[in-house]
């Protein structure tokens, strides 16, 4: 017999569409058909839109992971020496600003304890000279979800430019980078934008392709937006280019994965972002958990949740025995107090998936010995989804 397979609810890689999933199971076309080109420059229209950015504003498809994505903005908007201002809300903070370190800039970071975010005014009060802000949308260490739109207009004021980290983020929360003013939204195929792992994706706004014109040190080049505009350009007009080759296979999943967020309409995924949030941090209430993030700075692509009293990271096997795979801590300082579970894409569009989550972790608690009313939990997850 079949063992059903177990269901994937960690914050990336995430749950794909059976439409995405149709769309990888082809043979690897080359870079150069016709139909490859038609995609690409599809996929790259789509982003676009998803991103909510001005016609300006160019898209970049890579090969690669969000980490690389980070790195191909770290080196095209700032030249060593410079001052930059990273808003560190946990691990991808952190990480970008080693990136940034190594790049030779002058990082400020302005940080707050694990699950809270630094105020808006001691960001602007560092920001006077600076380049560059770097912030992470939804910190995934933390569960932690970033003003974005306060800070892009923070550091527009302050004549600086603006990015975001939107790995855990794009497409599961609002953002409106012509509207904010945001100069670049980085993020990667496995998490809220529904795909397979192996696609970097990044759209710069005109101030930030300006800046990497005026660079003194030229970025490396596999990342060089000097090296792929003219590629991104050749695909959005469906001629042939080439610098490195794409995820042929991904590209066309991309298209269609992008399109799906497209009819559904981006007001409509935000809403059911936040419907689903909503529904699993009532449920998260019914069973006495605490979430990490401080009342109101709650992203709803995951949650992180402190164990309660008497559990710890053995929860996370009694979930998966339960054919649910959740994940443990992530930020340093509290590895072992805290776990998460990813309720972004796909997923979210189905009920029954998330009622499985609510029930698997709710059964592993009372399994740990916590008093745990899993049919209660369940309920307040579908009453909220109804509501
Ligand atoms: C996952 C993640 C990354 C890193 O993405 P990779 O594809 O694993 O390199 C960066 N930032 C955030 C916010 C993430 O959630």
Redesign the pocket.
Known sequence: MPVERSLLMI??PVEISPAVLAATSIPPPSHLAADFMERFGRALERMRAVWRADEAAQPYILA???????DMAVANVVDPGERVVVVNTG??SD??AEMLRRRGADVVEVGAAPGSVPALSDVAAALPGARALFA??????TGVRVDARALAGAAREAGALSVF?????TAAERFEMGAWGADVYL?????AIGLP?GL?LLVASERALAARDALSTPPPLSVDWHAWTPIMRAYAERRPSYFATPATTLVPALDVGLGELLAEGMEAVFARHQRVGDGIRAAWATLGLELLPESGWAANALSAVRYPAGVGPELLGEISARGVICAGGLHPALKTAYFRVGHMGYATTRPEWLARAVRAVSEALAACGHRADVEGAVAALERSLEG
């Open positions: 914050p990336g690669g992971s969000g980490t690389l994505a980070m691990y991808f990480r970008v992470t949308h939804v910190d995934t260490s980290d939107g790995v855990c983020a993020t990667a195929s496995q998490k792992a970097a």
